[in-house]
């Protein structure tokens, strides 16, 4: 659901989900969007960092969650109260999600809140640091991608292109695709200009696990991670 669509239709798009049983989720990358989402009556909020892949914001995962989290639970002052999920009436439920990989993320997340193609999967694994790279050739807004040679010639070259189209609401791939031929540029292949959303978090991850041992791993090193943090507080 984008609440950037408008209040109006945002609204309208979430009351016909309620009146069918249908929880509703919103992505933010910011505080006020948080906001924005409580307003338009969703369920759930999903925070991403811009550690996280796909389109981000600039606010690091660490910071925006404790954020969204006193939003939700309405510890902006002393006056707010919790708020609620119109579907369910219990609490708004909060998600954390940018540059989460293992255990210690997991553990970081609840101290503050899968399937893809193989080769999506293979560019991940492959993927080492600084192979990640922002870019708003493919929406008109930053978006964390796997480093291609397409990308880098927009970013590294275009970038008064870059500006002008988007100033008029052109997106830059699409355009690209569009008016390659009239340019007598020849024809790419899709291939080479498909994006592959990746988050920083790539670097980390070395070989394809099924989600269940993800989970395992993420879970018994959230566990240990906490129990280590217990302990050293109790030594103070």
């Not at 255990?103 to 600084?130: E, Q």
């Not at 790539?202 to 129990?227: F, H, K, Q, W, Y």
Request: aromatic letters at 4%; hydrophobic letters at 45%; charged letters at 20%.
């Amino acid at each position: 659901m984008n609440v950037a669509a408008g209040p109006e239709l945002a609204a309208a798009v979430v009351d016909k989900l309620h009146a069918a049983g249908i929880p509703v989720m919103n992505m933010v990358g910011a505080p006020k969007h948080a906001q924005y989402a409580i307003e338009a009556g969703v369920d759930l909020i999903c925070a991403q960092g811009g550690e996280g892949g796909g389109r981000t914001g600039d606010v690091a995962t660490s910071i925006l969650i404790p954020k969204v989290v006193d939003i939700c639970r309405g510890h902006m002052s002393v006056f707010d109260l919790a708020h609620m999920s119109p579907l369910t009436g219990e609490p708004i439920l909060m998600i954390a999600a940018g540059g989460i990989f293992d255990g210690r993320g997991l553990a970081m997340s609840l101290s503050l809140g899968a399937r893809a193609p193989p080769r999506h999967k293979k560019g991940v694994v492959a993927a080492g640091f600084n192979e990640t790279r922002r870019t708003t050739i493919y929406s008109g807004r930053p978006m964390r991608c796997i480093k291609t040679s397409y990308i880098d010639d927009w970013e590294d070259n275009q970038q008064q292109q870059i500006k002008e189209l988007t100033a008029e609401g052109t997106i830059p791939a699409f355009w690209d695709m569009e008016t390659r031929k009239e340019r007598g540029l020849p024809e790419a292949s899709i291939m080479d200009m498909q994006p592959m959303l990746c988050g920083a978090a790539a670097a980390a991850i070395t070989e394809i696990l099924p989600a269940a041992a993800i989970m395992d791993e993420m879970i018994s090193g959230a566990i240990v991670a906490l129990r280590s943090a217990t302990s050293a507080i109790s030594k103070l």
